[in-house]
Each structure stands twice: as structure tokens, then as C-alpha cells.
């Protein structure tokens, strides 16, 4: 071999062990979503796929959830670092687990997604018409999680709401079908795959729990205790990756759609896009949003919130918006803002309906 040879091989090593060094160097999290992929899933896969995560140093693995109550117990036992969780959830969680100390570190919608569906035709226009008829909820459901909540806001007779335990995969036709009369869900997911078993619009009535008593936060992104107090610069490198995803998924939905569908095996992009357009139209973009920047609270709201529920399930212990949400790992703030020009996202002709 010439000499010129083996300087070229001798380069190609030093490329490869460079290479490998790196990877080793980057610190492994682990993230559970709080559901399978749909359209609202696009921000997060968007910086796992353009590379922000790893431009941070962070070797991020990304895996689908089965509820937003189901991630707290993952995340609290350290099988995975990070997640998307119910930030309700984690306050009813925290209060039977004050030993615990795991916070939500950054606010995925500020307007909560939950939801309860009905059907004008099976006689379910709003709240009250619950009263002797179905719900189909699955027991680990986000939204199901503060039934109590919305029974006690809008003076519905609970025994008088016949509660069916559902599956995930089944809820939205067993609706179609008539099976049941109302189901809890999030709005984007269950509300678009209504239509997409072939409920017309004007037959669904979409009650957000936000519109009728509960003024709420939605999903949040929680972290692991041990893991944040040991990688806290990574945590804050975690955030800084996600939020570019969510900036560029705001600006351009239509472009970040395909970072779902090319994962998701006969997914429908028009479909994900409906769901993610109106995920940011109603949920991640706010007149708060736009004040405060992605991801952070207003600690007054986020105390009234954990009010309300102790009210209602009477809490163990008692909790603040301190041992639930820790902004002390969001980046500067001038790194979260929205465009002052946002996409057609946030317009969306999708409205809850007028209910009694």
C-alpha cells in the first residue's frame, strides 16, 4: 500500500472514531408521547428528524404513548426520561405522591384539549343532555380524568350518565355507530376521526371543557426527578430542540405533516393536517402564548386550576404551583416567541358548538 493510500485510510479512521465519539458523547433521552402519532405529534418528530436534537448534543428516542395518564407513571419510575403527560393528571398524581418531586417543565397546550362529544341525533347537544345517556370513556383517558370536574362545573347529575369503560381503538365507533351517545376524548383527535367514520359535522356537538367551567391546562412536557437534577443543561437542550420543532410547525403545518405520515402507514396527510391545524388554532397558540412565549404559565391561572380539582377529589396533601410546574429549564425567553405573522393555523372553521 503507498504512502498516499495509507494517509487516506489513516483519514477515513480519524472520520469514523470522530464520529463515533460524538454519538458516544451525546446524552440518551428517552421521551414517551402521550399518544400514537397522529398530526399534533409533528413538532416533536420534526426536531428529531431535521437534526435539532442531535445538534444539541442529545441522542433523543421518540416512542408513541397509549393515554396522557399512562406516561406519569413511566416517566416517575425512570423507564423513560421525559414525556408528554396531562398536567391535571400529574396534580392528581402529585397529591397521592408528594414523595415524588416530578414537575411539568414546559406547557404543550395552553388551552386544554379535552373534550366530551356528543351526538344531536342520540339526543346530546350539551352538558345536561348527558343525563340518561352513554359515555363511552376509556378509564386512562386525559380528558375522562376530569369528568368529576366538568359534572361538578355544569351541575350534571352523575348517576344519572351511564359510564361505559371503552377502548382507545373503538371509542370514536362505537359513537359512529350509535353504540353509545357521548364520548370523552382530545378535540383534534376524536373530533376528526368522527367525521372520518362518516358522523356529518353538524351531528357532532363538540363540548370543550375549557368552554364550560374548566379553565385548565392541557398537556404538558414532565421530566423524570433524578434525571433533571442530574442532565439539568440537557433538559433545557431538550426544550431549546422541541420548541425550534414547534415554531417551524406553526409557521408551516402543511410542511411538518409529513414527519407523521412518513411513519404512519396509510395515514391520510389531509387528516393529520386537520388535526394538527386545529390543535394550534385552539390549543397551542394563545393570546397567552403570544404574551408569555411557548411553554411557560401564568402561576395565578395554574394555582386556580389545582384549586378547582382539589375541590373536587380532595386532595391528600396539599399542593402549588411550584411542586407542579418548574420553568427554571425553559430557554430565554425571546427564544420562544411566535412569529408576528403566524400561519392560517391558528384559523381554523372548526367551532364548539352552542350548547345549553
Do not use: C
Amino acid at each position: 500500500m503507498t504512502p498516499r493510500h495509507l494517509n487516506t485510510l489513516a483519514g477515513l479512521l480519524l472520520a469514523v472514531v470522530s464520529v463515533s465519539t460524538a454519538n458516544a458523547e451525546n446524552t440518551k433521552v428517552r421521551f414517551i408521547n402521550d399518544w400514537k402519532w397522529e398530526g399534533q405529534a409533528a413538532p416533536l418528530l420534526l426536531s428529531l428528524d431535521k437534526g435539532y436534537f442531535a445538534e444539541e448534543a442529545l441522542d433523543v428516542v421518540l416512542d408513541p404513548g397509549t393515554g396522557s395518564v399512562n406516561a406519569i407513571p413511566l416517566v416517575a419510575s425512570g423507564e423513560y426520561d421525559m414525556g408528554s403527560a396531562d398536567i391535571n393528571s400529574l396534580i392528581t398524581w402529585r397529591a397521592d405522591n408528594a414523595n415524588v418531586d416530578m414537575k411539568a417543565i414546559y406547557i404543550i397546550y395552553n388551552a386544554p384539549p379535552f373534550a366530551v362529544l356528543g351526538r344531536p341525533s342520540q339526543g346530546v347537544f350539551g352538558p345536561l343532555d348527558l343525563e340518561g345517556h352513554t359515555l363511552g370513556a376509556p378509564a386512562f383517558d386525559g380528558a375522562y380524568a376530569q369528568w368529576p370536574a366538568f359534572v361538578a362545573a355544569n351541575g350534571i347529575l352523575e348517576d344519572r350518565v351511564d359510564i361505559q369503560d371503552v377502548g382507545f381503538p373503538v371509542r370514536e365507533s362505537m359513537l359512529a355507530a350509535g353504540d353509545v351517545d357521548a364520548i370523552t376524548g382530545f378535540s383534534f383527535s376524536s373530533y376528526i376521526t368522527l367525521r372520518e367514520n362518516g358522523v356529518p359535522e353538524d351531528d357532532i356537538s363538540l363540548m370543550l371543557m375549557s368552554d364550560f367551567g374548566l379553565d385548565l391546562y392541557g398537556n404538558a412536557i414532565i421530566v423524570n426527578p433524578d434525571f433533571a437534577q442530574s442532565y439539568p443543561a440537557e433538559v433545557t437542550a431538550f426544550l431549546r430542540a422541541a420548541i425550534r420543532g414547534y415554531q417551524e410547525t406553526i409557521a408551516n403545518p402543511a410542511a411538518a405533516i409529513s414527519y407523521v405520515t412518513d411513519r404512519v402507514e396509510d395515514a391520510d396527510p389531509e387528516v393529520e393536517l386537520q388535526r394538527l391545524v386545529m390543535a394550534i388554532g385552539h390549543h397551542i397558540v394563545t393570546d397567552e402564548v403570544r404574551s408569555l412565549g411557548l411553554g411557560d404559565i401564568v402561576q395565578g391561572r395554574l394555582e386556580k386550576s389545582i384549586t378547582q380539582l382539589d375541590t373536587i377529589h380532595d386532595f391528600a396533601s396539599e399542593l402549588s404551583s411550584d411542586d407542579i410546574f418548574d420553568n427554571s429549564f425553559l430557554p430565554a425567553v425571546a427564544t420562544r416567541q411566535i412569529e408576528a405573522v403566524e400561519s392560517s393555523a391558528t384559523n381554523t372553521d372548526i367551532d364548539t358548538k352552542d350548547a345549553d
